[in-house]
């Protein structure tokens, strides 16, 4: 149930390439991703992980998933706006250990202009078509843990044979033994080196690719669920 939660039908974009895919440690998790239609030439997209594991995350998760899709496409363009009252929700009706960190963005076509939020999660990697290396770090607290919250938007251009990665921390926090007891963790240096050697790849391959390597890393013993969700400008 909870995997058909996550997009399947993906729009075609003349100056995008994407993709995503989850792998809950478990039969259920808290991570999320989705892309999402806006007006005109734009698309949204999104990555969560919600605090904890098991049934109690999964439930927040499609929590998360219905404050999204519930949205009317114009109303996406206002991140601030949607954020705010995604924070307000979580914080009224989850107990206070209970949280979400999350990257809300848009794609505008027209512009190659990315506008985001970072929500206090692992920072997005976007790799320049030169060999670049950009770090798209927080503007934002985490969601639900407080009742004032606010947000800066940024913004950034994806252009073509750039590659703009996000991920969940159960990518780099993988270990090998689940990352339980000290063992060495994957680690953001290898996720930069796995994605310089697969950036020329479609997204699906790529996001498999690091999959598959995350799960060779850690033996298929993982503690955390694995996210990926890739964008390549065409």
């Known amino acids: 149930?909870?995997?058909?939660?996550?997009?399947?039908?993906?729009?075609?974009?003349?100056?995008?390439?994407y993709a995503g895919h989850c792998m809950p440690a478990r039969e259920v998790g808290g991570d999320y991703y989705d892309f999402l239609e806006m007006p005109g030439s734009t698309i949204g997209f999104v990555l969560g992980d919600v605090s904890g594991k098991g049934v109690p995350a999964a439930l927040l998760m499609a929590n998360l998933q219905a404050c999204f899709r519930s949205q009317a496409p114009h109303a996406l363009a206002r991140p601030a706006e949607v954020l705010g009252m995604v924070n307000k929700h979580f914080f009224d009706s989850t107990a206070a250990e209970r949280f979400a960190t999350?990257?809300?963005?848009?794609?505008?076509?027209?512009?190659?202009?990315?506008?985001?939020?970072?929500?206090?999660?692992?920072?997005?990697?976007?790799?320049?078509?030169?060999?670049?290396l950009e770090m798209l770090d927080s503007t934002a607290t985490m969601l639900g843990a407080f009742a004032h919250w606010t947000c800066?938007?940024?913004?950034?251009?994806?252009?073509?044979?750039?590659?703009?990665l996000l991920y969940s921390?159960?990518?780099?926090?993988?270990?090998?033994?689940?990352?339980?007891?000290?063992?060495?963790?994957?680690?953001?240096?290898?996720?930069?080196?796995?994605?310089?050697?697969?950036?020329?790849?479609?997204?699906?391959?790529?996001?498999?690719?690091?999959?598959?390597?995350?799960?060779?890393?850690?033996?298929?013993?993982?503690?955390?669920?694995?996210?990926?969700v890739a964008l390549r400008g065409l």
Do not use: M, W
Not at 1 to 17: A, C, G, I, Y
Not at 152 to 164: K, P
């Open 102 to 132: 999350l990257v809300f963005a848009s794609y505008d076509e027209r512009t190659r202009q990315i506008r985001y939020v970072n929500c206090a999660h692992c920072p997005p990697i976007l790799l320049r078509a030169n060999g670049e």
């Open 169 to 228: 921390d159960g990518v780099t926090e993988a270990g090998v033994n689940g990352g339980d007891d000290g063992g060495e963790e994957f680690g953001e240096e290898r996720l930069v080196h796995a994605l310089r050697v697969h950036q020329r790849q479609p997204a699906e391959a790529l996001v498999q690719a690091i999959i598959d390597e995350v799960n060779e890393f850690s033996g298929g013993a993982r503690s955390d669920d694995v996210t990926v």
């Open 152 to 164: 800066v938007e940024a913004e950034t251009e994806l252009r073509t044979g750039d590659t703009l």
């Open 1 to 17: 149930v909870q995997q058909k939660l996550f997009p399947r039908k993906l729009r075609r974009l003349e100056t995008l390439d």
